[in-house]
C-alpha cells in the first residue's frame, strides 16, 4: 500500500512556480490617451503590440487622482479609507502618510518569498522613514518621494516652501542621473533589476510608476520628433510623453522576454486617474476630467498580459467592472496568499484572474465607491456605482466633455477656451445608466427617484466604514526644507 502510494505521489504535477507580477502605472493617462481610443492619433507600437497579447479591460476604474489611486492598489481598499483622500498627501510638509496599520502589497509578496523592487513615483508619505519605500516592503526603490517633479531636472513642486530636488533610493537620497528625463532612468531601472532577478532566479514583484504622462508637459526632442505635422506644441509634446511611456512599456515587456521570464509573468498596465483637461491630455469620449467623479476622472485604460493569460484570451476585451484596489487581491492569489492583512479595515479587492484568464464568465464585481467624504462632516458625499447605475451626490467640477470641438479632441484645445461647469449636489444627486450611456449624457434622478433613494441609502451605509481622522495634520515647512538643506537641496524625510 506504502508503495503504490509512492507511485502515485511521484507522477503527480509538482507545483508551479511563483509567478512574476509586474505592474506599470501610466500617469495621468485619460481613456482618450490609448491609439484605439476614439479619434486617436497616438504613436504607441509596444502597446498596440501588447494589447494583440493581453486581455483589454474596458470598464477599469481608478480614482480621481493621483495618491489615492496608489493607495488603493497598494492596499487593496477603496481609497476614501486612506489619508491621501483628504488632500493627495499636498502639500508634502504635512505630517502624513498612508496609514501604517496597512500591509502594503510588496510587505504581503515578500514574506512569501518574492523579490520586491520598486521604480518611479512613491507619492505614498514621505515625512517620516517609516513611511518610505523600502519600510513598507521594498528590496528596493529609485525614484522621487513626491507627488511629481521637473522631468529634465528633478525639481519638485518645491511645496514645501523651499527649492528641492527629489531623488531617493534604497532610504536615502540618490542623485544618480541627475538632469537625466526621468522616464528614461526609471525604465533602465526596472530592466536592471529583471535581469538581476533572471540571474537569482526569485520570483519577482516589480512596480513601475512612470510619472508620464503628468505635467510639467515635457518631452525629449527625440520623442518630440514623431510629430511632425502636430503644430501646437502642448499637443505635440504631450503625445510625445505618451509615446516616451510607450517605449518604457516596450523595453520592460523586451527584458522580460529575453531574461526568459515573460511565460511566467502576470504584466497589468493601467492609468491611474484620468487626464486634467486643464493641463493636456484627453479623456474623449468620456465627461469630466481628473479630480472629478465623471467617467473622464475615473474610468481609464487598463490590460493584463504576459504569458500566463491564457491564449484563448489574449487580444480580447472584457467589459465587466474591475477596480484598482482588485490589483493587490488578484497579485496575493497569483503568489497564492489571502488578502486579508489584519488591519482594522475590510480588504475591498477582489480576485478577477479567473474572469480576466477565461474561467469565470463575470467579473466578480458589481459594486465601486468611488469617493466616499466624510472629511468636512455629514452627510456623507462622492460618488457610487451599483450594477449599471452610478450616483452622483456632491457638486462634481468639470462638467464638460473636453475637445469635442478641437482637433483630435485635445484638451485644451489650441484656442484655450474652456468651461469648468459644476453640476449635481447633495440635495439634488445625479444619476446615470453608464453601462447605456457611458457619456453621462442624461441624468435619470428626476425619472427615477426609487432607484436614488435605494442608491443613497446604499452609499450613506459605507458612513460606519473605517475613514481616516478628518483634522489634517500640522505642517513641518521648516523642518522639511531644513531636512533637504541637509540632504544638499534635495527632498527628504524629516520626522
Not at 521604480?119 to 525614484?143: A, E, I, M, N
Not at 532566479?201 to 510629430?227: C, K, M, T, W
Not at 478577477?352 to 452627510?379: K, M
Request: glycine residues 10%; contains cysteine; proline residues 8%.
Amino acid at each position: 500500500m506504502v508503495c503504490a502510494w509512492l507511485a502515485i505521489l511521484l507522477f503527480l504535477p509538482s507545483a508551479s512556480p511563483l509567478p512574476n507580477i509586474v505592474l506599470v502605472i501610466a500617469d495621468d493617462l485619460g481613456f482618450g490617451g490609448v491609439s484605439w481610443a476614439p479619434a486617436g492619433d497616438l504613436l504607441t507600437p509596444a502597446l498596440d503590440a501588447l494589447r494583440q497579447e493581453s486581455v483589454l479591460l474596458s470598464s477599469y476604474y481608478a480614482y480621481k487622482y493621483c495618491s489615492p489611486s496608489r493607495a488603493s492598489l497598494l492596499t487593496g481598499r477603496f481609497p476614501y479609507k486612506t489619508e491621501s483622500t483628504r488632500n493627495n498627501l499636498i502639500p508634502y510638509s504635512q505630517e502624513e502618510g498612508v496609514n501604517l496599520n496597512f500591509t502594503f502589497l510588496p510587505q504581503r509578496l515578500k514574506a512569501a518569498g518574492y523579490a520586491t523592487h520598486g521604480v518611479g513615483k512613491w507619492h505614498q508619505g514621505l515625512w517620516s522613514l517609516p513611511f518610505t519605500p523600502t519600510r513598507r516592503g521594498f528590496d528596493s526603490f529609485r525614484g522621487y518621494l513626491a507627488g511629481g517633479q521637473d522631468h529634465f531636472t528633478q525639481d519638485s513642486f518645491g511645496e514645501c516652501g523651499c527649492a528641492q530636488k527629489d531623488m531617493w533610493g534604497d532610504g536615502a537620497v540618490n542623485a544618480t542621473g541627475e538632469n537625466t528625463y526621468n522616464a528614461f532612468r526609471f525604465t533602465a531601472r526596472a530592466v536592471e533589476v529583471i535581469e538581476a532577478t533572471a540571474a537569482a532566479g526569485a520570483p519577482l514583484f516589480l512596480y513601475v510608476a512612470l510619472q508620464n504622462v503628468h505635467a510639467p508637459i515635457e518631452a525629449d526632442p527625440s520623442f518630440s520628433r514623431l510629430y511632425p505635422n502636430i503644430k501646437y506644441n502642448l499637443r505635440r509634446n504631450w503625445n510625445a510623453m505618451v509615446s516616451t511611456m510607450d517605449s518604457s512599456v516596450g523595453n520592460i515587456t523586451a527584458a522580460l522576454k529575453k531574461a526568459g521570464m515573460w511565460e511566467n509573468t502576470v504584466l497589468w498596465w493601467a492609468s491611474d486617474n484620468g487626464s486634467p483637461v486643464q493641463v493636456g491630455g484627453t479623456n474623449f469620449p468620456l465627461r469630466g476630467s481628473k479630480g472629478s467623479n465623471w467617467e473622464g476622472g475615473v474610468r481609464v485604460p487598463a490590460m493584463v498580459g504576459g504569458g500566463l493569460v491564457p491564449p484563448a484570451q489574449r487580444g480580447t476585451a472584457r467589459g465587466g467592472l474591475v477596480h484598482v484596489s482588485d490589483i493587490y487581491a488578484t497579485a496575493l492569489a497569483l503568489a497564492g496568499l489571502p488578502p486579508a492583512d489584519g488591519a482594522w479595515a475590510p480588504v475591498d479587492g477582489l480576485n478577477v484572474w479567473d474572469y480576466v484568464s477565461g474561467a469565470a464568465p463575470a467579473s466578480p464585481r458589481a459594486l465601486i465607491v468611488h469617493e466616499h467624504n466624510l472629511f468636512d462632516g455629514p452627510p456623507s458625499h462622492g460618488a457610487l456605482r451599483s450594477g449599471d447605475l452610478k450616483l452622483v451626490i456632491q457638486a462634481e467640477p468639470s462638467a464638460d466633455w473636453y475637445g469635442v470641438s478641437s482637433a483630435g479632441n485635445f484638451c485644451p484645445p489650441e484656442s484655450g477656451t474652456q468651461k469648468f461647469p459644476t453640476q449635481c449636489s447633495i440635495a439634488a444627486p445625479c444619476m446615470f445608466n453608464v453601462t447605456a450611456d457611458p457619456e453621462e449624457r442624461v441624468d435619470l434622478a428626476a425619472s427615477r427617484p426609487a432607484d436614488v433613494a435605494a442608491l443613497t441609502a446604499l452609499f450613506r451605509s459605507f458612513d460606519a466604514e473605517h475613514h481616516p481622522p478628518a483634522a489634517a495634520p500640522k505642517r513641518s515647512n521648516a523642518a522639511c526644507c531644513n531636512a533637504s538643506a541637509a540632504n544638499g537641496g534635495f527632498l527628504a524625510p524629516w520626522g
